[in-house]
């Protein structure tokens, strides 16, 4: 449907082994959000829609996208050293590496990895590919000791875009393998439903003037992304 044409077999059972492997599963970012949404007794689609908005956060999936974008700002394999000293030294965050739970290389960053080189066999090689894996090895060098290796994203966004789709799509087609789980969870939670309530710890200032708008220093609240 996207494409208007037939898919290519190998294409299409590429693109089911992606659905299979980016599947829900444990309480990540997206679920937690799916849950407590759930817990208000909302309806399924704002459960989806919180859970969607969650997932689309470039540290959770919407990593795939910006992978994309930091290989194309990489631009050559020469420059992957100076790239990855640069984000080590100004503590940034490399995109597509790291996990809250895997500390070794996410095993379906192996499996696609293995996918995007069928793909490249079939239709060509991309030459992102060859700055990602100058790009892995130079993590590894610098970021191993740290548990830092590639995960589910760094090599799907070179799959997806071997298949046509555009960027932009990544975070819906992602949205598509984790949906029955998000509702799986929205099903369970209505079981023993207790609305999410947190607690907190506050560790502000107390007995603070009121000062009115037009003295408040605007630049104290600016936020930058
Ligand atoms: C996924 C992620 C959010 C997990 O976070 P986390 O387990 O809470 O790890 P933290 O953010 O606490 O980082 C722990 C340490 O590893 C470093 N680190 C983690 N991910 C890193 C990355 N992608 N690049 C460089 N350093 C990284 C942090 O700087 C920190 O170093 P420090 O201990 O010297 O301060 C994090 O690895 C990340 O932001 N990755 C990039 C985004 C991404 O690919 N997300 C998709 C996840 S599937």
């Given at each position: 449907?996207?494409?208007?044409?037939?898919?290519?077999?190998?294409?299409?059972?590429?693109?089911?082994?992606c659905l299979t492997l980016h599947a829900e599963h444990t309480i990540n970012a997206s679920t937690f959000s799916a849950m407590v949404t759930a817990s208000t007794l909302t309806d399924p689609y704002?459960?989806?829609?919180?859970?969607?908005?969650?997932?689309?956060?470039?540290?959770?999936?919407?990593?795939?996208?910006?992978?994309?974008?930091?290989?194309?700002?990489?631009?050559?394999?020469?420059?992957?050293?100076?790239?990855?000293?640069?984000?080590?030294?100004?503590?940034?965050?490399?995109?597509?590496?790291?996990?809250?739970?895997?500390?070794?290389?996410?095993?379906?960053?192996?499996?696609?990895?293995?996918?995007?080189?069928?793909?490249?066999?079939?239709?060509?090689?991309?030459?992102?590919?060859?700055?990602?894996?100058?790009?892995?090895?130079?993590?590894?060098?610098?970021?191993?000791?740290?548990?830092?290796?590639?995960?589910?994203?760094?090599?799907?966004?070179?799959?997806?875009?071997?298949?046509?789709?555009?960027?932009?799509?990544?975070?819906?087609?992602?949205?598509?393998?984790?949906?029955?789980?998000?509702?799986?969870?929205?099903?369970?939670?209505?079981?023993?439903?207790?609305?999410?309530?947190?607690?907190?710890?506050?560790?502000?200032?107390?007995?603070?003037?009121?000062?009115?708008?037009?003295?408040?220093?605007?630049?104290?609240?600016?936020?930058?992304?």
């Amino acid at each position: 449907m996207l494409t208007e044409r037939e898919p290519d077999p190998l294409a299409a059972r590429i693109f089911d082994v992606c659905l299979t492997l980016h599947a829900e599963h444990t309480i990540n970012a997206s679920t937690f959000s799916a849950m407590v949404t759930a817990s208000t007794l909302t309806d399924p689609y704002a459960v989806v829609a919180s859970a969607v908005g969650t997932l689309a956060g470039p540290l959770h999936g919407g990593a795939n996208e910006e992978v994309i974008i930091m290989l194309e700002e990489i631009g050559s394999v020469d420059n992957v050293d100076a790239y990855v000293d640069h984000c080590v030294e100004k503590k940034a965050k490399i995109m597509g590496f790291g996990h809250r739970v895997y500390k070794v290389k996410d095993p379906r960053a192996t499996i696609l990895q293995d996918l995007a080189e069928q793909l490249f066999e079939k239709f060509g090689r991309d030459d992102y590919y060859d700055i990602a894996v100058a790009l892995e090895k130079a993590v590894e060098v610098r970021l191993a000791h740290k548990g830092i290796y590639p995960n589910v994203d760094f090599y799907s966004g070179l799959v997806y875009r071997k298949m046509g789709i555009p960027t932009d799509l990544f975070t819906p087609v992602f949205a598509i393998a984790r949906v029955a789980g998000w509702l799986a969870h929205w099903k369970e939670q209505l079981g023993e439903n207790r609305i999410f309530r947190p607690t907190q710890i506050y560790t502000g200032t107390h007995n603070e003037p009121y000062v009115p708008i037009e003295k408040r220093d605007v630049n104290a609240y600016s936020i930058s992304y």
